[in-house]
Every structure is written in structure tokens, then in C-alpha cells.
């Protein structure tokens, strides 16, 4: 079996910094492309970043040159690194792998359970 925990949400105020984490739990051997999501208040679940295994990433126009997505590998652990932080960032944020490996089992479209960030004007 395989988790995907986010930690790191809370409530910041506008112009402040946040760091998310997703750490992946499990006999795992590889996780492919990850990325982070979210979802505000009566709106769509929407890509917010994504990253490969070999490190390419990309964002939504919204956050390009405020966040930073990365990740290690050996920890099996994805970062979102969120700067100059808005109220219309306010959103459950969810970790995302869309292939992990465990013991020679594929598990496909894994979710973390999602971390809330208020941002306060």
C-alpha cells in the first residue's frame, strides 16, 4: 500500500511564505511525474505545478516566479516552496503522483488527503 501525507498548510498573511510537503510512505521504488493542486472555495480542482522524474517542471500562470516546486528522491518527498503569497491563493492544496511502484505493483493517480493555506489580506 501507498500514502501520499501533505504537511506545512496554515495561515499566513498576504506577502508571507509557505512550504509544502507530500511525503510518499511505502516499500516504494520509483514515483514518476508529481505535482501540486487545489482547489478553492467553489471553483475547480486545478494544477498549480508539476514535475517530472528528471526534474522538468512546470506552472500555472498564476504562480510562475512566486512558487517553486521540487523534489528528492531519495526521500521520496515533493516541496512546494510558495512566496509573495495571496489571498486568491487560499486553497486545500493536494499532492499528486500519477505512477508510483511498490514491490513491483503499479499504483496509478495517487491523492494525499490535502493541507489547507489561508492567505489573509
Known amino acids: 500500500q501507498v500514502q501520499l501525507v501533505e504537511s506545512g498548510g496554515g495561515l499566513v498573511q498576504a506577502g508571507g511564505s509557505l512550504r509544502l510537503s507530500c511525503a510518499a510512505s511505502?516499500?516504494?521504488?520509483?514515483?514518476?511525474?508529481m505535482g501540486w493542486y487545489r482547489q478553492g472555495p467553489g471553483v475547480q480542482r486545478e494544477l498549480v505545478a508539476a514535475?517530472?522524474?528528471?526534474?522538468?517542471?512546470n506552472y500555472a500562470d498564476s504562480v510562475k516566479g512566486r512558487f517553486t516546486i521540487s523534489r528528492d528522491n531519495a526521500k521520496n518527498t515533493l516541496y512546494l516552496q510558495m512566496n509573495s503569497l495571496k489571498p486568491s491563493d487560499t486553497a486545500v492544496y493536494y499532492c499528486?503522483?500519477?505512477?508510483?511502484?511498490?514491490?513491483?505493483?503499479?499504483?496509478?493517480?495517487?491523492w494525499g488527503q490535502g493541507t489547507l493555506v489561508t492567505v489573509s489580506s
Open positions: 511505502g516499500h516504494i521504488s520509483s514515483i514518476n511525474a
Open positions: 514535475i517530472t522524474i528528471g526534474d522538468r517542471t
Open positions: 499528486n503522483a500519477d505512477r508510483i511502484i511498490v514491490k513491483g505493483y503499479t499504483y496509478l493517480e495517487v
